[in-house]
T-cell receptor, first 112, second 115 residues
Framework: GEDVEQSLFLSVREGDSSVINCTYT??????LYWYKQEPGAGLQLLTY?????DMKQDQRLTVLLNKKDKHLSLRIADTQTGDSAIYFC????????????FGRGTQLTVWP | NAGVTQTPKFRVLKTGQSMTLLCAQD?????MYWYRQDPGMGLRLIHY???????AKGEVPDGYNVSRLKKQNFLLGLESAAPSQTSVYFC??????????????FGPGTRLTVL
C-alpha cells in the first residue's frame, strides 16, 4: 500500500520496555524518523536512522530497521510515565525530496 | 530564538468565511510546511515551500492557498471555509529537505473549528 502503517495503541507498565512498530512504503526511502507528540503540542524529533544502517541506539531509545521487510521499530527501555505520548513514524521517500510521509501515530500509555 | 510560531492558536469560523493562518520561523530555514492533523489520520501535508517565493502542493491541497513572500513567513489561506476543514493545523520548517536527515521543527498548532 501507499500508507505508512502503525498500530494505533500500546499500553505498558512503568519500567517495562515499549516497542512501537512501523511499516513504511518506499524501499528507496533515505531517512526514517520517529517523532513524539505530547498532548496539545506539536511534534518533536526523537531520533532518525539512515537507510544504510540496521540499528541506532540513543540512550533509552533503540531503532531497528529491516529494509527487506520495510519495517522500522522504536524500542524505549525502562519506559516512564513521561513517555506517554503519540509516536509517529515518518519516511523521506527517495523520489520526493523535501517531504515526509507520516504514519497515523501510536498512542503510548504508560501505567504506574 | 522563538523557533516556529503560529497565529492564531484557536479560531472558530462559520461556513463560507475566509481566514489566514500565519506561520513564522526565525531559524533561517529554507523549507516550510503546512499540515493538518485529524483524529486517527496522522499528519497530512497540505502545501509546502522549498524557498522564498516558491510553493508546492502536498497530499490534500484543495480548499487552501499559500504564500511565501518572505523567507521567514508561510501563510495558509482558506478562501471559503467548510466544516471538513475543522482540524488542527501545524506549521513546520527545516533547513534542508527531508532526504538529508534534517529535522522538521513544528509550531504549537492552530485549532480551527468551522461551523
Amino acid at each position: 500500500g501507499e500508507d505508512v502503517e502503525q498500530s494505533l495503541f500500546l499500553s505498558v507498565r512503568e519500567g517495562d520496555s515499549s516497542v512501537i512498530n512501523c511499516t513504511y512504503t518506499d524501499s528507496s526511502s533515505t531517512y526514517l524518523y520517529w517523532y513524539k507528540q505530547e498532548p496539545g503540542a506539536g511534534l518533536q524529533l526523537l531520533t532518525y536512522i539512515f537507510s544504510n544502517m540496521d540499528m541506532k541506539q540513543d540512550q533509552r531509545l533503540t531503532v531497528l530497521l529491516n529494509k527487506k521487510d520495510k519495517h522500522l521499530s522504536l524500542r524505549i527501555a525502562d519506559t516512564q510515565t513521561g513517555d506517554s505520548a503519540i509516536y509517529f513514524c515518518a519516511e523521506a521517500r527517495g523520489s520526493t525530496l523535501g517531504r515526509l510521509y507520516f504514519g497515523r501515530g501510536t498512542q503510548l500509555t504508560v501505567w504506574p | 530564538n522563538a523557533g516556529v510560531t503560529q497565529t492564531p492558536k484557536f479560531r472558530v469560523l462559520k461556513t463560507g468565511q475566509s481566514m489566514t493562518l500565519l506561520c513564522a520561523q526565525d531559524m533561517n530555514h529554507e523549507y516550510m510546511y503546512w499540515y493538518r492533523q485529524d483524529p486517527g489520520m496522522g499528519l497530512r501535508l497540505i502545501h509546502y515551500s522549498v524557498g522564498e517565493g516558491t510553493t508546492a502542493k502536498g497530499e490534500v491541497p484543495d480548499g487552501y492557498n499559500v504564500s511565501r513572500l518572505k523567507k521567514q513567513n508561510f501563510l495558509l489561506g482558506l478562501e471559503s471555509a467548510a466544516p471538513s476543514q475543522t482540524s488542527v493545523y501545524f506549521c513546520a520548517s527545516s533547513y534542508l529537505g527531508q532526504g538529508n536527515g534534517d529535522e522538521q521543527f513544528f509550531g504549537p498548532g492552530t485549532r480551527l473549528t468551522v461551523l
